[in-house]
C-alpha cells in the first residue's frame, strides 16, 4: 500500500483500472501470484516481473528498501 500512499500525494504515477478509472489494489491467488484489483468494477491485471520491479523501484525511492516478510 506505500504506492497507493505515494500516488495519493503525487509523487508517483497512479495504478488505475483502464475501465473506469478508479484505483488498482494489490492482492494475492491462492497460488500466492500478485494481481490488481478494481474494487468498482473487478478487472483483474496480473502483474508482470517488469510491472512489479517498476513499482518496487518507486517505492524504494521513497522509502528506502524494504525488508521481505
Not at 483502464?18 to 500466492?32: E, V
Amino acid at each position: 500500500m506505500a504506492y497507493q500512499k505515494l500516488a495519493g500525494e503525487q509523487k508517483v504515477p497512479p495504478l488505475t483500472c483502464p475501465m473506469d478509472k478508479s484505483f488498482l489494489y494489490p492482492n494475492l491467488t491462492d497460488q500466492d501470484q500478485l494481481y490488481l484489483y478494481c474494487l468498482e468494477c473487478s478487472y483483474k491485471n496480473y502483474m508482470g516481473l517488469e510491472m512489479y520491479e517498476k513499482v518496487e523501484k518507486y517505492v524504494e525511492k521513497y522509502h528506502g528498501k524494504q525488508e521481505s516478510s
